[in-house]
């Protein structure tokens, strides 16, 4: 029988909570359709053609913005970059007059990054534009959430079954939040581990075990996920020192002994190296963090390609 055509809907993507498992595997299925065009000589499909996306990033960013630009660059939409320390938001301008004065010269589709969680929610229901977060305070981080389901699903098939570790500073991770969700939708099994002063509250309301013992953990799980220590979010110190920090719950060479010999090593970056992760370990056989980020430049392609989707259909 002929599978049933799926018809994306959304014009903005906010979160992964809100998703089903069908729309995030159709986001992965419409990213893995993608990937070809990135090895093409020229590296372009007339996709969003006539469309403006405007980077509104208020925090900073190496890889989500310019993993973004790409995107939309391969897709032939015109990108204006917004950063808040060259704009007029140093002379006191809100975010929703910084939008709404965007808007006005006539944008498609925003892509946020802001301190404040649930930034990207207000504003998609105060402009026309299409909004993607990436990233709110410590709320979520969805493309990042679903670039690394996808890396997992390329590297083992399918998440049905598979134990992921997530590790360390829990509590300031929207990171982690936008993973929770992906993975238990698809199936997987998340275990979150770190120090009792690193997990956030009402863990109990998520659908996931916990661990204050990284070396109870290791030899069980297909995949690790080590999170960067947060520091410029932190008040007070979570943990006596970084070395005992790394001692209890880093990933070494000699952690790893313990640890399934095809594990995925993952980190969303950027990288504490020899804080959370050694250097032999982020660079070893296992790691596939710079696949996650060859990976997330699909996936956002995807998620542009389907906001505008999602917007058509409203109409
Ligand atoms: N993973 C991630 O969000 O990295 P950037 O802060 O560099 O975008």
Not at 186 to 207: D, H
Not at 213 to 241: C, H, K, T, W, Y
């Amino acid at each position: 029988m002929k599978k049933k055509e799926f018809i994306w809907k959304h014009k903005h993507l906010i979160g992964l909570r809100e998703l089903s498992r069908e729309e995030i595997e159709h986001i992965l299925d419409t990213a893995a359709g993608f990937e070809e065009i990135s090895t093409r000589s020229v590296k372009k499909a007339p996709v969003l053609r006539g469309k403006v996306v405007v980077n509104l990033f208020f925090e900073d960013s190496t890889r989500t913005r310019t993993s973004f630009t790409l995107a939309a660059n391969r897709l032939s939409a015109d990108v204006v970059e917004f950063t808040k320390k060259s704009s007029s938001v140093s002379k006191g301008e809100t975010l929703l007059d910084t939008a709404k004065n965007l808007e006005a010269m006539g944008i498609d589709i925003v892509v946020i990054r802001h301190s404040a969680g649930g930034a990207p929610k207000f504003l998609s229901r105060n402009i026309n534009a299409c909004v993607v977060n990436a990233g709110d305070g410590y709320c979520e981080h969805p493309t990042q959430g679903l670039l690394d389901v996808y890396t997992i699903r390329k590297m083992k098939h399918s998440l049905q079954g598979l134990k992921v570790a997530i590790v360390g500073d829990i509590a300031h991770s929207r990171v982690a939040r936008s993973n929770i969700y992906a993975l238990t939708k698809l199936g997987a099994e998340v275990i979150l581990v770190g120090p009792p002063t690193l997990m956030p509250a009402k863990i109990e309301q998520l659908p996931v075990k916990v661990s204050y013992s990284l070396d109870d953990v290791i030899g069980q799980v297909d995949v690790i996920n080590m999170l960067r220590i947060q520091f410029e979010r932190m008040g007070a110190n979570p943990f006596p020192s970084v070395k005992e920090y790394s001692h209890n719950f880093g990933l070494t060479v000699e952690r790893m002994q313990k640890a399934k010999k095809d594990i995925l090593v993952m980190h969303p970056g950027p990288i504490n190296r020899g804080l959370e992760i050694e250097s032999e370990v982020a660079d070893g056989p296992n790691s596939v963090i710079l696949q996650q980020v060859q990976n997330g430049l699909a996936v956002r392609m995807a998620v542009l390609f389907l906001v505008n989707q999602g917007a058509m259909v409203k109409k």
